[in-house]
């Protein structure tokens, strides 16, 4: 599988911006997707994932009500609507995929074997 992100940028704060996964290689049935962001010398985190085949989402503490990930099955694509950025929400973006994930796991980086190239999130004050 590969992942490709895109659509971060630069944005004043409380605006919105939307970056995109779209995978090749296979299609995402049965696959839990999901956002991690890497805040500037700071560690990899969980933002949201979407377990493909149920639809079901999970959201940081940090992000939720903020944040909203959805997926489109003809574009084999997920989204992540971010929504009241801050300039606490500055950080690279990357998706990651794995196959389907218990969930206990699914916050973890670990669990995922497929990463995109991360796409860059600045929100400035």
């Known amino acids: 599988v590969q992942l490709q992100a895109s659509g971060g940028g630069l944005v004043q704060a409380g605006g919105s911006l939307r970056p995109s996964c779209a995978a090749s290689?296979?299609?995402?049935?049965?696959?839990?997707v999901g956002w991690f962001r890497q805040p500037p010398g700071k560690e990899r985190e969980f933002v949201a994932a979407?377990?493909?085949?149920?639809?079901?989402?999970y959201y940081a503490d940090s992000v939720e009500g903020r944040f909203t990930i959805s997926r489109d099955n003809a574009k084999n694509t997920v989204y992540l609507q971010m929504n009241s950025l801050s300039t606490e929400d500055t950080a690279v973006y990357y998706c990651?995929?794995?196959?389907?994930?218990?969930?206990?796991?699914?916050?973890?980086?670990?669990?995922?074997?497929?990463w995109g190239q991360g796409t860059q999130v600045t929100v400035s004050s």
């Open positions: 290689g296979r299609t995402f049935s049965d696959y839990t």
């Open positions: 990651a995929a794995n196959g389907r994930l218990i969930a206990s796991s699914i916050r973890n980086n670990n669990a995922y074997s497929y």
């Open positions: 979407i377990r493909w085949s149920f639809g079901s989402t």
